[in-house]
């Protein structure tokens, strides 16, 4: 009796010491610092670097390492694909904030994700919408509503764009020809030979042209939203505007305030310039409106291990006063942190609509970014698709330049088309 009374006493001090331990390893395990990683790219590492400080003052126990990838070839790559296989795997970086292009440069490696709205499908990335509703800065009132849906899927807001584009060019009226209309579709662009428009816009007509089209795939359906006839036509239309262009001969440069890819410059010079009469023209799509891209993003890898963490740096960065360049007030010092440091400001027009306001400052110019917004009719991420067309748009102006056309056309574009369905199929 004493002997099974003794052994009850040693096994119940035995589990008091487990538990005690367990309790122990616990503690310990909640106590280690949160680690989170950041993936970007080499231009946005200097200023997210400088958001992270900050952001770590404010969240003791947190740190975040930034991962850039390299900007040249055989690096970048490299990176990229351990990334990749990382992230297949169920990890990776928990926070991505990258840019999306739509031509790709020969010296740089191919993006991290080379088709975003592909990727949404592929439920890499973490639904939002729960810490969006609860975010401490974020003010979903205040974004462009129109450019933020283009991050959602019927899963939720899963990218949070952060800047965006399309491509416009402003003229002053009275460097136009007779001070003709400029164009708004894209039927009236291919037959305008409008001599300002003509040496502005051919330089870079193999970049703009994915612009021409509106969505180029059915993500929900995994298919292309263009047939290969439509691709061939539109294609014949481009190189045989261009053509004509080139045959007119060189004439007198006309200055133009700004062009090209739409950003912060842009919309600066047309302010500045307000006092003068102004025309711009805005790239068409084949809806008779424009076709913005998103061309600067951020989302949480649905692998991570600290959501709520991943999350509050993104709602730090999309608050007003990082969007605005404003920068953050520090309570007991009264002094501003990071003011001026605005990641919009690099690449594009920022969804923030007060950030924007700052930048548009008259009403001339508002008018204009105003009409401008009101004919985006569609929103997409720039992928493989359109540099597929840039590179095709060379090649047949190539051809057609060699009187090479008919068949030698169609068989390039066939030859494209076919390249951007495997891709949608991968």
């Given at each position: 009796?004493?002997y099974r009374k003794r052994k009850?006493?040693?096994?119940?001090?035995?589990?008091?010491?487990?538990?005690?331990?367990?309790?122990?390893?616990?503690?310990?395990?909640?106590?280690?610092?949160?680690?989170?990683?950041?993936?970007?790219?080499?231009?946005?590492?200097?200023?997210?670097?400088?958001?992270?400080?900050?952001?770590?003052?404010?969240?003791?126990?947190?740190?975040?390492?930034?991962?850039?990838?390299?900007?040249?070839?055989?690096?970048?790559?490299?990176?990229?694909?351990?990334?990749?296989?990382?992230?297949?795997?169920?990890?990776?970086?928990?926070?991505?904030?990258?840019?999306?292009?739509?031509?790709?440069?020969?010296?740089?490696?191919?993006?991290?994700?080379?088709?975003p709205e592909k990727a949404m499908?592929?439920?890499?990335?973490?639904?939002?919408?729960?810490?969006?509703?609860?975010?401490?800065?974020?003010?979903?009132?205040?974004?462009?509503?129109?450019?933020?849906?283009?991050?959602?899927?019927?899963?939720?807001?899963?990218?949070?764009?952060?800047?965006?584009?399309?491509?416009?060019?402003?003229?002053?009226?009275?460097?136009?020809?007779?001070?003709?209309?400029?164009?708004?579709?894209?039927?009236?662009?291919?037959?305008?030979?409008?001599?300002?428009?003509?040496?502005?816009?051919?330089?870079?007509?193999?970049?703009?042209?994915?612009?021409?089209?509106?969505?180029?795939?059915?993500?929900?359906?995994?298919?292309?939203?263009?047939?290969?006839?439509?691709?061939?036509?539109?294609?014949?239309?481009?190189?045989?505007?261009?053509?004509?262009?080139?045959?007119?001969?060189?004439?007198?440069?006309?200055?133009?305030?700004?062009?090209?890819?739409?950003?912060?410059?842009?919309?600066?010079?047309?302010?500045?310039?307000?006092?003068?009469?102004?025309?711009?023209?805005?790239?068409?799509?084949?809806?008779?409106?424009?076709?913005?891209?998103?061309?600067?993003?951020?989302?949480?890898?649905?692998?991570?291990?600290?959501?709520?963490?991943?999350?509050?740096?993104?709602?730090?960065?999309?608050?007003?006063?990082?969007?605005?360049?404003?920068?953050?007030?520090?309570?007991?010092?009264?002094?501003?942190?990071?003011?001026?440091?605005?990641?919009?400001?690099?690449?594009?027009?920022?969804?923030?609509?007060?950030?924007?306001?700052?930048?548009?400052?008259?009403?001339?110019?508002?008018?204009?970014?105003?009409?401008?917004?009101?004919?985006?009719?569609?929103?997409?991420?720039?992928?493989?698709?359109?540099?597929?067309?840039?590179?095709?748009?060379?090649?047949?102006?190539?051809?057609?330049?060699?009187?090479?056309?008919?068949?030698?056309?169609?068989?390039?574009?066939?030859?494209?088309?076919?390249?951007?369905?495997?891709?949608?199929?991968?």
């Amino acid at each position: 009796m004493v002997y099974r009374k003794r052994k009850t006493i040693g096994i119940i001090i035995i589990c008091v010491i487990i538990l005690s331990l367990t309790g122990c390893a616990e503690t310990q395990k909640q106590e280690e610092p949160a680690k989170l990683t950041i993936c970007t790219e080499r231009l946005y590492q200097e200023q997210i670097e400088s958001f992270v400080k900050v952001w770590e003052k404010m969240n003791d126990g947190v740190d975040i390492e930034v991962l850039a990838i390299a900007p040249d070839v055989s690096s970048g790559e490299a990176q990229i694909t351990k990334l990749r296989t990382e992230i297949m795997s169920g990890s990776g970086p928990d926070i991505f904030i990258l840019s999306c292009s739509g031509q790709v440069l020969e010296e740089g490696p191919l993006p991290l994700f080379t088709d975003p709205e592909k990727a949404m499908r592929a439920e890499v990335f973490l639904p939002l919408d729960d810490y969006i509703a609860n975010a401490q800065y974020i003010n979903p009132d205040g974004w462009n509503q129109k450019v933020m849906d283009a991050g959602k899927t019927e899963e939720g807001q899963l990218i949070l764009p952060i800047a965006y584009t399309y491509y416009a060019y402003a003229f002053r009226t009275e460097d136009l020809d007779d001070g003709r209309k400029l164009p708004e579709t894209l039927t009236e662009l291919f037959q305008c030979y409008e001599t300002a428009v003509m040496q502005n816009l051919l330089p870079f007509d193999q970049i703009w042209f994915c612009h021409t089209f509106g969505k180029t795939a059915d993500y929900a359906n995994g298919t292309l939203a263009f047939t290969e006839d439509e691709l061939l036509e539109r294609m014949e239309q481009a190189v045989e505007w261009a053509a004509k262009i080139q045959t007119e001969g060189q004439q007198e440069t006309v200055p133009i305030i700004a062009g090209g890819e739409v950003g912060k410059t842009f919309w600066s010079e047309v302010s500045r310039n307000a006092a003068e009469e102004e025309a711009i023209l805005v790239i068409p799509n084949d809806e008779d409106g424009v076709t913005a891209c998103v061309n600067l993003y951020a989302a949480v890898n649905r692998n991570t291990s600290a959501p709520e963490q991943a999350f509050s740096f993104l709602d730090f960065i999309f608050s007003d006063e990082i969007m605005t360049g404003a920068g953050i007030q520090d309570e007991s010092s009264g002094k501003y942190f990071l003011a001026g440091n605005s990641l919009p400001l690099l690449s594009g027009i920022s969804v923030n609509t007060k950030a924007m306001q700052e930048i548009v400052k008259n009403q001339e110019a508002k008018g204009w970014y105003e009409k401008i917004e009101n004919k985006i009719n569609n929103v997409r991420f720039y992928s493989m698709a359109d540099h597929e067309m840039a590179d095709l748009h060379m090649n047949c102006a190539d051809l057609y330049n060699q009187q090479l056309t008919g068949d030698n056309m169609y068989e390039a574009v066939s030859r494209t088309y076919e390249r951007i369905e495997m891709q949608m199929a991968e």
